[in-house]
T-cell receptor, first 113, second 115 residues
Framework: TQLLEQSPQFLSIQEGENLTVYCNSS?????LQWYRQEPGEGPVLLVT?????EVKKLKRLTFQFGDARKDSSLHITAAQPGDTGLYLC?????????????FGQGTTLQVKP | DVKVTQSSRYLVKRTGEKVFLECVQD?????MFWYRQDPGLGLRLIYF???????EKGDIPEGYSVSREKKERFSLILESASTNQTSMYLC??????????????FGAGSRLTVL
């Protein structure tokens, strides 16, 4: 069974602070996605990385895929209350054409004003 | 705006009842998924379907079944609900073509409470 370990599970910080969320596995993934989920809603895709070592930026969010495609990180600079939510990483497996994803446990982020 | 719609946002059922959770997508996606979301456990795959009338078990299929009679509709069935099936259920869909970066579009979720 493939596992994706996400850490930390909970993070409460003040507005303006920086933070990093990690996603680690012993499995190699063909892609790694990050989703954000707000209360009462389903997860929404933030980014997809597919190449080992790839770095993508989305405003104050920086996503990195590990060189070996086994891990990923999400870094938020100068967090704002609007960043509050549940962040989920998901690894893509090239086992079939069904697009099955393996999800991490999630990181609940609270940014206090 | 493309959507995945879960018809019931909140349900309260009694132990032993049969429960149907309906999901409809308007994006002509081949793949549809049912996940269960519990705090600290992330999303766990119950069943998925890659075509009409086709289904495959996910990681936690016990106690659940599914039906996909039409491409746009994927139903999750709890034959005899139990209290340990109290959870948030998320439906998702995606295109069939596997490019190594398959993106899931999720519904808003159905929160089921079994008493």
């Amino acid at each position: 069974t493939q596992l994706l370990e996400q850490s930390p599970q909970f993070l409460s910080i003040q507005e303006g602070e920086n933070l990093t969320v990690y996603c680690n596995s012993s499995s190699v993934f063909s892609s790694l996605q990050w989703y954000r989920q707000e209360p009462g809603e389903g997860p929404v895709l933030l980014v997809t990385v597919v190449t080992g070592g790839e770095v993508k930026k989305l405003k104050r969010l920086t996503f990195q895929f590990g060189d070996a495609r086994k891990d990923s990180s999400l870094h938020i600079t100068a967090a704002q209350p609007g960043d509050t939510g549940l962040y989920l990483c998901a690894g893509g497996l090239r086992v079939s054409n069904t697009g099955k994803l393996i999800f991490g446990q999630g990181t609940t982020l609270q940014v206090k004003p | 705006d493309v959507k995945v719609t879960q018809s019931s946002r909140y349900l309260v059922k009694r132990t032993g009842e049969k429960v149907f959770l309906e999901c409809v997508q308007d994006m002509d996606h081949e793949n549809m998924f049912w996940y269960r979301q519990d705090p600290g456990l992330g999303l766990r795959l119950i069943y998925f379907s890659y075509d009409v009338k086709m289904k495959e078990k996910g990681d936690i299929p016990e106690g659940y079944s599914v039906s996909r009679e039409k491409k746009e509709r994927f139903s999750l069935i709890l034959e005899s609900a139990s209290t340990n099936q109290t959870s948030m259920y998320l439906c998702a869909s995606s295109l069939r073509f596997w490019s190594g970066a398959n993106v899931l579009t999720f519904g808003a979720g159905s929160r089921l409470t079994v008493l």
